[in-house]
């Protein structure tokens, strides 16, 4: 049973940090690439970041560019995203996603609540 788990998520003032932990089982995660996604209120879904399989190529949304670090252990089938200068519009849960398209597969976590308020 593919799972995708995340957590770390809370309440944070502006200019905080913050670091999402996603726990990965039901798959061999060190053949994926992982993705980071939000969804603020009221708002689509957009993509964040995202970490190839072997954690050597990793690229960022505009938004979150110099402030966000994602990073994974495949020893430990976990993927992180490391939030510093946290801002009111990073407001969002935030989910977990390993996507292979050449096998037809797309897995979600049920997300983290974000919100940096003060």
């Known amino acids: 049973q593919v799972q995708l788990v995340e957590s770390g998520g809370g309440l944070v003032q502006p200019g905080g940090s913050l670091r999402l932990s996603c726990a990965a089982s039901?798959?061999?995660?060190?053949?994926?690439?992982m993705s980071w996604y939000r969804q603020a209120p009221g708002k689509e879904r957009e993509w964040v970041a995202r970490?190839?399989?072997?954690?050597?190529?990793?690229n960022y949304a505009d938004p979150v560019k110099g402030r966000f670090t994602m990073s994974r252990d495949n020893a430990k089938n976990m993927v992180y995203l490391q939030m510093n200068s946290l801002k009111p519009e990073d407001t969002a849960v935030y989910y977990c996603?390993?996507?292979?398209?050449?096998?037809?597969?797309?897995?979600w976590g049920k997300g983290t609540l974000i919100t940096v308020s003060s």
């Open positions: 039901g798959f061999t995660f060190s053949n994926y690439p």
């Open positions: 970490i190839s399989s072997t954690g050597i190529n990793i």
């Open positions: 996603n390993a996507r292979r398209a050449d096998l037809g597969v797309d897995y």
